[in-house]
């Protein structure tokens, strides 16, 4: 597991339920693990991650968790992964930890990274 160093995310991460805690530390290793250039931080009161632009942030509710993509539209997203139909948003909602595609989040993080974000 990819160690939190930020003591602003650490202070986060802590004040998450169990059910919220596992699934954005499980969603927060794939996207950091896939391209060494991630940086993350906290903006808008949750976890962001970004490069030179911002890539995609935690939206936190009671019974799910959504990764907002800022430039989601902008994807290619085979996958089906990313949902919505804003001009530039897109986000991927999950419910349960093993509802995870960890395949496609990579594709989509390097994508975004590709792209310049």
Request: aromatic share 8%; glycine share 6%; net charge positive.
């Amino acid at each position: 597991m990819k160690k939190i160093k930020n003591k602003e995310i650490k202070d986060y991460v802590n004040g998450l339920t169990d059910f919220q805690k596992e699934i954005v530390l499980a969603i927060r290793e794939v996207v950091l693990n896939t391209d060494e250039r991630m940086q993350e931080d906290i903006k808008w009161g949750s976890i962001a991650f970004f490069n030179k632009k911002n890539i995609c942030g935690f939206r936190v509710a009671k019974a799910h968790i959504t990764l907002l993509f800022m430039e989601g539209a902008s994807l290619k997203n085979s996958d089906g992964l990313l949902k919505g139909d804003g001009v530039k948003a897109r986000t991927y909602k999950i419910v349960n930890l093993n509802e995870i595609n960890k395949k496609a989040l990579k594709f989509l993080v390097s994508e975004a990274l590709d792209l310049g974000l």
